[in-house]
């Protein structure tokens, strides 16, 4: 059982940057493909980006260029630095981590474990 934990949201004003991490305590996340999974108020789950064992990434285009997903050294966190920042911007992130992840699952629904979330607000 993986017990993951996001941490770092908060309220940031648009064209800020704000990083999030996603940790499991007293365990690394380097046998997990480690994906950022964002809900909007009223909207569905929207899959933003994952990280692979071997450290490739994909984004959504909603995201790309400006989020940035890694792996610290030692394999227990992963980040996800997020810059020029929208009101659009605005969710609970959530973390979500797929056992045997060589490569990123194609929908939110394939991964295994979840954390409870941490809520970005971007407004001025």
């Known amino acids: 059982q993986l017990a993951l934990v996001e941490s770092g949201g908060g309220w940031v004003q648009p064209g800020g940057s704000l990083n999030i991490s996603c940790a499991a305590s007293?365990?690394?996340?380097?046998?997990?493909?480690i994906a950022w999974v964002r809900q909007a108020p009223g909207k569905d789950r929207e899959g933003i980006s994952c990280i692979t064992t071997g450290g490739r990434t994909l984004y959504s285009a909603s995201v790309k260029g400006r989020f940035t997903t890694s792996r610290d050294r030692a394999g227990t966190t992963v980040y996800l630095m997020m810059d020029s920042l929208k009101p659009e911007d605005t969710a609970v992130y959530f973390c979500a981590a797929a056992e045997g992840g060589s490569s990123c699952r194609r929908l939110p629904g394939d991964y295994d474990f979840w954390g409870p979330g941490t809520s970005v607000t971007v407004s001025s």
């Open positions: 007293g365990l690394t996340l380097d046998d997990y493909a």
